[in-house]
């Protein structure tokens, strides 16, 4: 038995390690995607610093970023969906199960529309709207509406019982208010506002930047500390609530700082980046295909295999754009929805109806 638990933890072990050296080599890889047509020995020597001017720019200023914003965005998204996956009980929970991408949206939007580009200030002149436009602006307020969702939502939930069904609910409903004043919003947008605002919306990782990263980074890295740490709380809610209670696991104070620390760390990467779908739904189910249900494994291999299918997904982008990168969003959107079908109708319960 001993023998049989030590080859499984080597087995655990090896796939993470495979995990991080795939998404090692792929994140150097992809410096080589993009626009500029560079050779590889073009861009090794722009590595160095040691290529033209404008292709040491093209790796440093573009391309890095951008790398680094999918390594970090993706094991973000990724670990979010697992937990809030766990914590809620539902295979299909993910980052916006909460309705923070559709205040994150508004927040933009707003931001966009009434105080950059839009009816307040600019009106349809293109100039004004480049010399109004704050490039934080509309990452600021995206932000300030998510973090204020997630309070709203968990200050709905903590008025009646903090079960699982009470935040899936809260959810729909406070994003469902999210996406129709976004409507309305836009209803009255002029044109410069509306296409910038609805070019937001685009996941887009191109719009990285070393600050952005950063910030990013500190969210992630703190969220994944503190869920590495309660790991063995997340295995015993596996068992249920009474399970978890006689081992005395505290169900309601963790479910409700998992979700706030999982939905912080979503706010931050949406904000910055725009809408990134499916991330955090096709990851954690990988992981735990290939894992099982263990989250001291689970968190390590979801981080990583996120970071992966989102620096998969932006390399796809950059090589279908033509010229121009297409937003990793929707390469996200159209790898992730088939398999969520996969989800629906792979279950016995499934297959009996």
């Not at 969906?81 to 927040?107: D, K, W, Y």
């Not at 990583?304 to 297409?326: K, V």
């Not at 969003?329 to 499934?350: D, M, R, V, W």
């Amino acid at each position: 038995m001993e023998k049989r638990l030590h080859t499984d933890y080597k087995k655990k072990i090896s796939i993470i390690a495979f995990l991080g050296i795939a998404a090692a080599l792929l994140s150097f890889f992809c410096l080589f995607a993009g626009s500029s047509h560079m050779s590889p020995g073009e861009c090794l020597a722009a590595l160095l610093q040691k290529s033209t001017a404008a292709n040491n720019r093209i790796i440093w200023n573009i391309r890095i970023p951008r790398v680094l914003a999918a390594l970090i965005a993706g094991a973000g998204l990724s670990v979010s969906g697992l937990i809030m996956q766990t914590n809620l009980n539902n295979p299909m929970a993910s980052p916006s199960t909460l309705g923070v991408s559709n205040a994150a949206v508004f927040g933009a939007n707003l931001s966009i529309i009434a105080f950059s580009g839009g009816f307040l200030s600019t009106g349809n002149n293109l100039t004004n709207y480049g010399a109004g436009a704050n490039p934080y602006s509309a990452s600021l307020m995206a932000f300030a509406f998510s973090v204020l969702s997630i309070l709203l939502i968990l200050a709905l939930c903590r008025m009646r019982d903090f079960s699982p069904n009470v935040v899936v609910l809260a959810g729909i409903a406070v994003g469902s208010v999210w996406t129709a004043a976004t409507t309305v919003l836009q209803f009255y947008a002029t044109d410069v506002g509306l296409s910038a605002a609805v070019i937001w919306n685009f996941g887009d990782l191109g719009r990285a930047t070393y600050r952005t990263n950063f910030i990013m980074l500190a969210a992630v890295v703190c969220g994944l500390f503190f869920f590495s740490l309660m790991s063995w709380k997340y295995n015993a809610l596996l068992g249920g609530d009474a399970a978890a209670r006689s081992m005395g696991v505290s169900v309601g104070p963790l479910r409700f700082f998992s979700m706030l620390f999982a939905s912080v760390i979503t706010a931050v990467c949406v904000s910055f980046l725009g809408i990134i779908g499916f991330v955090g739904i096709i990851c954690p189910h990988v992981t735990k295909k290939l894992l099982g249900q263990d989250h001291r494994f689970g968190i390590p291999a979801s981080a990583l295999g996120g970071s992966l299918l989102l620096l998969a997904a932006d390399t796809l982008s950059r090589s279908m754009g033509n010229g121009s990168a297409l937003p990793v969003g929707a390469i996200t959107s159209l790898l992730g929805a088939p398999f969520f079908l996969a989800i629906i109708f792979s279950g016995k319960e499934n297959r009996r109806c």
